[in-house]
Protein backbone atom coordinates (compact mmCIF):
# COMPACT_ATOMS: atom_id res chain seq x y z
CA UNK A 1 0.00 0.00 0.00
CA UNK A 2 1.17 3.83 -0.51
CA UNK A 3 1.19 6.43 2.36
CA UNK A 4 -2.21 7.69 0.55
CA UNK A 5 -3.66 4.28 0.43
CA UNK A 6 -2.90 3.46 4.28
CA UNK A 7 -4.23 6.88 5.52
CA UNK A 8 -7.32 6.88 3.34
CA UNK A 9 -7.51 3.32 5.02
CA UNK A 10 -7.36 4.07 8.43
CA UNK A 11 -9.70 7.26 8.57
CA UNK A 12 -12.77 4.78 6.85
CA UNK A 13 -14.39 2.46 8.70
CA UNK A 14 -12.46 -0.55 7.52
CA UNK A 15 -9.60 0.55 8.85
CA UNK A 16 -6.32 -0.41 7.66
CA UNK A 17 -4.43 -3.82 7.28
CA UNK A 18 -1.34 -1.56 7.07
CA UNK A 19 -0.08 1.21 9.91
CA UNK A 20 0.05 4.74 8.49
CA UNK A 21 3.00 6.97 9.83
CA UNK A 22 3.28 10.28 10.07
CA UNK A 23 4.08 13.61 11.64
CA UNK A 24 1.70 16.34 12.43
CA UNK A 25 2.54 20.12 11.66
CA UNK A 26 5.00 19.67 8.77
CA UNK A 27 5.49 23.11 7.99
CA UNK A 28 7.06 23.81 11.53
CA UNK A 29 8.96 20.90 11.19
CA UNK A 30 10.17 22.39 7.82
CA UNK A 31 10.67 26.09 9.37
CA UNK A 32 12.82 24.85 11.97
CA UNK A 33 15.24 22.43 9.96
CA UNK A 34 15.38 24.29 6.42
CA UNK A 35 19.27 24.13 6.46
CA UNK A 36 19.30 20.06 7.04
CA UNK A 37 15.98 19.67 4.51
CA UNK A 38 17.21 21.49 1.75
CA UNK A 39 20.32 22.66 0.06
CA UNK A 40 17.98 25.60 -1.83
CA UNK A 41 17.96 29.43 -0.56
CA UNK A 42 15.37 29.87 2.21
CA UNK A 43 13.93 32.47 -0.05
CA UNK A 44 12.36 29.75 -2.55
CA UNK A 45 9.56 29.56 0.22
CA UNK A 46 8.30 32.80 -1.15
CA UNK A 47 9.14 32.62 -5.15
CA UNK A 48 6.42 33.05 -7.18
CA UNK A 49 7.80 30.59 -9.83
CA UNK A 50 5.91 27.50 -9.71
CA UNK A 51 9.14 25.39 -10.33
CA UNK A 52 11.30 26.58 -7.93
CA UNK A 53 8.18 26.01 -5.56
CA UNK A 54 7.82 22.61 -6.35
CA UNK A 55 11.75 21.94 -6.49
CA UNK A 56 12.18 22.88 -2.79
CA UNK A 57 8.98 21.01 -1.98
CA UNK A 58 9.83 17.76 -3.50
CA UNK A 59 13.21 17.62 -1.72
CA UNK A 60 11.94 18.40 1.68
CA UNK A 61 9.27 15.20 0.49
CA UNK A 62 12.25 13.16 -0.35
CA UNK A 63 14.08 13.96 3.27
CA UNK A 64 11.25 13.49 5.06
CA UNK A 65 9.31 10.38 4.46
CA UNK A 66 6.00 10.14 5.56
CA UNK A 67 2.59 9.23 4.63
CA UNK A 68 0.84 12.13 3.97
CA UNK A 69 1.50 15.81 2.77
CA UNK A 70 0.04 19.32 3.63
CA UNK A 71 -1.16 21.04 0.06
CA UNK A 72 -0.13 24.50 -0.54
CA UNK A 73 -2.23 27.03 -2.08
CA UNK A 74 -0.83 29.74 -4.00
CA UNK A 75 -1.20 33.20 -5.70
CA UNK A 76 -3.32 33.54 -8.13
CA UNK A 77 -1.86 33.42 -12.13
CA UNK A 78 -2.14 37.44 -12.86
CA UNK A 79 -0.75 38.38 -9.43
CA UNK A 80 2.34 35.65 -9.92
CA UNK A 81 3.06 37.22 -13.41
CA UNK A 82 3.60 40.70 -11.69
CA UNK A 83 5.76 39.87 -8.66
CA UNK A 84 9.47 39.07 -8.98
CA UNK A 85 12.45 38.64 -6.23
CA UNK A 86 14.97 40.66 -6.12
CA UNK A 87 18.10 39.01 -4.25
CA UNK A 88 20.50 41.70 -3.39
CA UNK A 89 22.95 41.82 -0.69
CA UNK A 90 21.18 43.67 1.39
CA UNK A 91 18.16 41.27 1.52
CA UNK A 92 15.76 39.66 -0.66
CA UNK A 93 12.94 41.45 -2.00
CA UNK A 94 9.31 40.68 -3.09
CA UNK A 95 8.66 43.44 -5.90
CA UNK A 96 5.42 44.45 -7.51
CA UNK A 97 6.63 44.87 -11.30
CA UNK A 98 3.89 47.11 -12.55
CA UNK A 99 3.71 49.62 -9.47
CA UNK A 100 7.52 48.92 -8.66
CA UNK A 101 6.90 48.34 -4.47
CA UNK A 102 9.40 46.92 -2.67
CA UNK A 103 8.61 44.51 0.90
CA UNK A 104 12.06 42.78 3.03
CA UNK A 105 11.30 39.66 3.13
CA UNK A 106 12.72 37.76 6.53
CA UNK A 107 13.82 34.52 6.86
CA UNK A 108 11.38 32.37 9.05
CA UNK A 109 12.51 32.57 12.77
CA UNK A 110 13.57 29.01 14.05
CA UNK A 111 10.73 28.37 17.38
CA UNK A 112 8.70 31.51 16.51
CA UNK A 113 6.55 34.03 14.07
CA UNK A 114 7.83 35.02 11.92
CA UNK A 115 9.12 38.70 11.81
CA UNK A 116 6.82 39.46 8.40
CA UNK A 117 3.49 38.46 10.53
CA UNK A 118 1.10 41.34 11.76
CA UNK A 119 0.79 40.08 15.30
CA UNK A 120 -0.25 43.06 16.62
CA UNK A 121 -3.25 42.85 14.92
CA UNK A 122 -4.16 39.51 16.25
CA UNK A 123 -4.05 41.40 19.21
CA UNK A 124 -5.67 44.91 19.03
CA UNK A 125 -4.64 47.32 21.91
CA UNK A 126 -8.19 47.88 22.52
CA UNK A 127 -9.94 44.18 22.75
CA UNK A 128 -13.09 44.18 20.88
CA UNK A 129 -16.07 44.56 22.79
CA UNK A 130 -18.85 44.68 20.65
CA UNK A 131 -20.04 43.24 17.82
CA UNK A 132 -19.13 45.66 15.11
CA UNK A 133 -15.88 45.76 16.16
CA UNK A 134 -15.88 41.65 16.22
CA UNK A 135 -17.68 42.45 12.78
CA UNK A 136 -14.08 44.44 11.33
CA UNK A 137 -11.96 41.52 12.96
CA UNK A 138 -13.61 38.88 11.28
CA UNK A 139 -14.32 39.57 7.85
CA UNK A 140 -16.87 37.62 5.51
CA UNK A 141 -15.80 37.25 1.58
CA UNK A 142 -17.98 36.44 -0.98
CA UNK A 143 -19.13 32.67 -1.09
CA UNK A 144 -16.61 30.25 -2.75
CA UNK A 145 -16.31 29.85 -6.04
CA UNK A 146 -14.82 26.39 -6.71
CA UNK A 147 -14.23 27.06 -10.47
CA UNK A 148 -13.50 30.69 -10.35
CA UNK A 149 -10.45 29.62 -7.66
CA UNK A 150 -9.12 27.12 -9.55
CA UNK A 151 -9.51 29.21 -13.00
CA UNK A 152 -7.50 31.82 -10.99
CA UNK A 153 -4.71 29.18 -10.82
CA UNK A 154 -4.78 29.08 -7.16
CA UNK A 155 -4.43 25.41 -7.36
CA UNK A 156 -1.76 25.20 -9.88
CA UNK A 157 1.14 24.23 -7.24
CA UNK A 158 -1.43 22.22 -5.03
CA UNK A 159 -1.76 19.90 -8.65
CA UNK A 160 1.44 19.40 -9.23
CA UNK A 161 2.34 18.53 -5.91
CA UNK A 162 -0.18 15.56 -6.14
CA UNK A 163 1.42 14.75 -9.53
CA UNK A 164 4.93 14.87 -7.74
CA UNK A 165 4.11 13.17 -4.84
CA UNK A 166 1.16 10.80 -5.42
CA UNK A 167 1.76 8.80 -3.19
CA UNK A 168 1.32 10.57 0.04
CA UNK A 169 -2.48 11.40 1.35
CA UNK A 170 -3.07 15.51 0.66
CA UNK A 171 -4.25 17.11 3.93
CA UNK A 172 -4.80 21.03 5.25
CA UNK A 173 -5.50 22.65 8.21
CA UNK A 174 -8.29 24.41 9.97
CA UNK A 175 -8.74 25.82 13.08
CA UNK A 176 -12.03 25.67 15.32
CA UNK A 177 -14.05 28.72 15.47
CA UNK A 178 -13.64 28.77 19.15
CA UNK A 179 -10.02 28.22 19.14
CA UNK A 180 -9.82 31.28 16.59
CA UNK A 181 -10.85 33.65 19.10
CA UNK A 182 -7.63 33.44 20.25
CA UNK A 183 -6.25 35.36 17.45
CA UNK A 184 -7.78 38.50 18.23
CA UNK A 185 -8.72 38.76 21.98
CA UNK A 186 -4.80 36.90 23.22
CA UNK A 187 -5.46 34.41 26.51
CA UNK A 188 -6.65 36.63 29.24
CA UNK A 189 -9.65 38.77 27.81
CA UNK A 190 -11.01 35.39 25.74
CA UNK A 191 -11.11 33.86 29.10
CA UNK A 192 -12.93 36.88 30.62
CA UNK A 193 -15.38 36.86 27.92
CA UNK A 194 -16.11 33.34 27.82
CA UNK A 195 -17.77 34.49 31.72
CA UNK A 196 -18.62 37.79 31.20
CA UNK A 197 -20.52 38.06 27.73
CA UNK A 198 -21.01 34.58 26.11
CA UNK A 199 -23.13 36.44 23.62
CA UNK A 200 -19.87 38.40 22.12
CA UNK A 201 -18.30 34.62 21.76
CA UNK A 202 -21.11 33.08 19.97
CA UNK A 203 -20.99 35.75 17.31
CA UNK A 204 -17.48 35.85 16.70
CA UNK A 205 -17.90 31.69 16.48
CA UNK A 206 -20.41 32.34 14.20
CA UNK A 207 -18.30 34.26 11.83
CA UNK A 208 -15.19 32.22 12.22
CA UNK A 209 -17.01 28.92 11.67
CA UNK A 210 -18.13 31.17 8.35
CA UNK A 211 -14.62 31.48 7.51
CA UNK A 212 -13.21 27.83 8.41
CA UNK A 213 -16.63 26.86 6.12
CA UNK A 214 -14.29 28.74 3.24
CA UNK A 215 -10.96 26.87 4.32
CA UNK A 216 -13.00 23.93 4.04
CA UNK A 217 -14.06 24.69 0.44
CA UNK A 218 -10.98 26.22 -0.77
CA UNK A 219 -9.37 22.72 0.93
CA UNK A 220 -11.51 20.45 -1.90
CA UNK A 221 -10.68 22.72 -4.63
CA UNK A 222 -6.93 21.87 -3.93
CA UNK A 223 -7.78 18.42 -3.66
CA UNK A 224 -7.12 17.48 -0.21
CA UNK A 225 -8.71 14.45 1.38
CA UNK A 226 -7.98 14.96 4.66
CA UNK A 227 -8.54 18.48 7.09
CA UNK A 228 -6.75 18.73 10.35
CA UNK A 229 -8.61 20.73 13.31
CA UNK A 230 -6.91 22.01 15.59
CA UNK A 231 -8.38 23.21 18.43
CA UNK A 232 -6.25 24.69 21.89
CA UNK A 233 -7.44 26.08 25.23
CA UNK A 234 -10.58 24.35 25.71
CA UNK A 235 -9.07 21.92 27.50
CA UNK A 236 -9.57 25.20 30.01
CA UNK A 237 -13.24 25.09 29.78
CA UNK A 238 -15.45 23.10 32.12
CA UNK A 239 -17.75 20.23 29.90
CA UNK A 240 -20.71 22.51 29.92
CA UNK A 241 -19.32 25.59 28.76
CA UNK A 242 -17.56 22.87 25.90
CA UNK A 243 -20.75 21.99 24.90
CA UNK A 244 -22.25 25.12 24.82
CA UNK A 245 -19.39 27.65 23.35
CA UNK A 246 -17.24 25.38 21.66
CA UNK A 247 -18.83 21.67 20.54
CA UNK A 248 -21.55 22.87 17.94
CA UNK A 249 -19.25 25.22 15.47
CA UNK A 250 -16.73 22.05 15.48
CA UNK A 251 -19.79 19.69 14.01
CA UNK A 252 -20.55 22.21 11.84
CA UNK A 253 -17.04 22.23 10.38
CA UNK A 254 -16.84 18.71 10.78
CA UNK A 255 -20.10 17.99 9.09
CA UNK A 256 -19.00 20.71 5.70
CA UNK A 257 -15.96 18.65 5.52
CA UNK A 258 -17.54 15.32 5.32
CA UNK A 259 -20.13 16.35 2.75
CA UNK A 260 -17.07 18.05 0.70
CA UNK A 261 -15.91 14.27 0.59
CA UNK A 262 -13.18 14.89 3.35
CA UNK A 263 -12.14 13.51 6.14
CA UNK A 264 -12.07 15.23 9.62
CA UNK A 265 -9.20 15.13 12.18
CA UNK A 266 -9.88 16.68 15.60
CA UNK A 267 -6.74 17.72 17.05
CA UNK A 268 -7.70 18.52 20.38
CA UNK A 269 -4.74 19.84 22.70
CA UNK A 270 -4.90 19.52 26.43
CA UNK A 271 -6.41 16.63 28.97
CA UNK A 272 -9.35 14.94 27.77
CA UNK A 273 -10.29 14.50 31.16
CA UNK A 274 -13.86 15.03 31.80
CA UNK A 275 -14.81 15.53 28.06
CA UNK A 276 -14.72 11.93 26.29
CA UNK A 277 -18.34 11.78 25.18
CA UNK A 278 -18.17 15.33 23.87
CA UNK A 279 -14.55 15.52 22.00
CA UNK A 280 -16.21 11.68 20.51
CA UNK A 281 -19.83 13.85 19.39
CA UNK A 282 -17.73 15.89 17.24
CA UNK A 283 -18.52 13.41 14.41
CA UNK A 284 -14.84 13.53 13.53
CA UNK A 285 -13.60 10.28 11.61
CA UNK A 286 -10.43 10.36 14.17
CA UNK A 287 -9.42 12.05 17.14
CA UNK A 288 -5.84 13.55 17.88
CA UNK A 289 -4.17 14.15 21.64
CA UNK A 290 -1.33 15.45 22.80
CA UNK A 291 1.55 13.42 24.79
CA UNK A 292 0.94 13.71 28.65
CA UNK A 293 2.42 17.62 29.72
CA UNK A 294 1.59 20.47 31.47
CA UNK A 295 0.73 17.89 34.61
CA UNK A 296 -1.94 15.66 32.56
CA UNK A 297 -1.03 12.46 31.33
CA UNK A 298 -2.67 10.83 28.01
CA UNK A 299 -1.51 7.29 28.04
CA UNK A 300 -2.45 5.81 24.34
CA UNK A 301 -3.59 2.80 25.51
CA UNK A 302 -6.73 4.36 27.63
CA UNK A 303 -7.18 6.70 24.36
CA UNK A 304 -8.22 3.87 22.63
CA UNK A 305 -9.87 2.10 25.80
CA UNK A 306 -12.19 5.06 25.79
CA UNK A 307 -12.69 5.80 21.89
CA UNK A 308 -14.36 2.35 21.65
CA UNK A 309 -13.98 2.04 18.05
CA UNK A 310 -16.19 5.17 17.61
CA UNK A 311 -13.38 7.10 15.49
CA UNK A 312 -10.17 6.54 14.43
CA UNK A 313 -7.08 7.35 16.80
CA UNK A 314 -3.75 9.29 15.72
CA UNK A 315 -0.68 8.11 17.99
CA UNK A 316 0.80 10.69 20.59
CA UNK A 317 4.18 9.34 20.85
CA UNK A 318 6.64 12.02 23.07
CA UNK A 319 7.87 14.26 21.10
CA UNK A 320 10.36 15.99 23.39
CA UNK A 321 11.29 13.29 25.96
CA UNK A 322 11.14 10.23 23.38
CA UNK A 323 11.48 11.78 19.88
CA UNK A 324 14.19 14.29 20.92
CA UNK A 325 16.32 12.92 24.16
CA UNK A 326 15.12 9.44 24.43
CA UNK A 327 17.53 6.87 23.16
CA UNK A 328 17.10 4.11 20.35
CA UNK A 329 15.78 1.66 22.59
CA UNK A 330 13.62 4.47 23.79
CA UNK A 331 11.93 5.27 20.38
CA UNK A 332 11.34 1.59 19.99
CA UNK A 333 9.76 0.90 23.29
CA UNK A 334 7.50 3.96 22.41
CA UNK A 335 6.58 2.61 18.96
CA UNK A 336 6.30 -0.36 20.16
CA UNK A 337 3.37 0.75 22.52
CA UNK A 338 1.93 2.79 20.30
CA UNK A 339 1.75 -0.56 18.07
CA UNK A 340 0.17 -2.63 20.78
CA UNK A 341 -2.63 0.24 21.24
CA UNK A 342 -3.26 0.57 17.22
CA UNK A 343 -3.88 -3.66 17.24
CA UNK A 344 -6.66 -3.32 19.71
CA UNK A 345 -8.16 -0.59 16.73
CA UNK A 346 -9.09 -2.89 14.03
CA UNK A 347 -6.81 -0.85 11.88
CA UNK A 348 -8.24 2.74 12.55
CA UNK A 349 -5.02 3.59 13.50
CA UNK A 350 -2.46 6.13 12.45
CA UNK A 351 0.74 6.35 14.44
CA UNK A 352 1.74 9.96 15.02
CA UNK A 353 3.47 11.74 17.33
CA UNK A 354 1.84 14.16 20.10
CA UNK A 355 2.86 17.56 19.07
CA UNK A 356 4.90 19.10 16.90
CA UNK A 357 8.85 18.36 16.14
CA UNK A 358 11.19 20.67 18.49
CA UNK A 359 14.09 22.30 16.99
CA UNK A 360 16.24 20.06 18.71
CA UNK A 361 15.33 17.41 17.11
CA UNK A 362 17.75 16.51 14.02
CA UNK A 363 16.23 15.39 10.93
CA UNK A 364 17.98 12.54 11.04
CA UNK A 365 16.35 11.42 14.19
CA UNK A 366 12.75 11.91 12.35
CA UNK A 367 13.87 9.69 9.59
CA UNK A 368 14.79 7.20 12.14
CA UNK A 369 11.62 7.36 13.47
CA UNK A 370 10.19 6.35 9.85
CA UNK A 371 12.32 3.93 9.55
CA UNK A 372 11.64 1.86 13.21
CA UNK A 373 7.85 2.53 12.61
CA UNK A 374 7.53 1.33 9.18
CA UNK A 375 9.75 -1.23 9.57
CA UNK A 376 7.82 -2.48 12.97
CA UNK A 377 4.69 -2.41 10.96
CA UNK A 378 5.74 -4.08 7.73
CA UNK A 379 7.08 -7.26 10.41
CA UNK A 380 4.13 -7.15 11.99
CA UNK A 381 2.02 -7.38 8.41
Known sequence: ?????????????????????????????????????????????????????????????????????????????????????????????????????????????????????????????????????VDELIPLGDPFDAAAFRASGRADLADALRAAIPDRYPIRHVNSPLWSCYGIWGFEDLMMLLITDPDLIHHACERYTEQALQTVAEAAALGAQGIWIEEALTDLLGAPSYAQLCLPYLQRVVQAIQAAGLRAIHYYCGSPAGKWDLLLSSGAEALALEEGKKGFEIDIAEVVEQVAGRCAVFGNLDAIHVLQDGSELSLQRAIAAQRAAAARTAGRFVLSIGSPVTPGTPVSRVQRYYELARQAADDAD
Request: glycine content about 6%.
Open 1 to 133: MTGLQRVAAALSPAGSPELPVVICYEGIFVRDHWPQLSELPWWYQFTPDLERQLAWRTAVAAALPLDWIHLPAFPARDERDRTALDVTTDGVWRVDTVTGQRELLHQPQVSGWSPTGDIASMHPAQPAATVAA
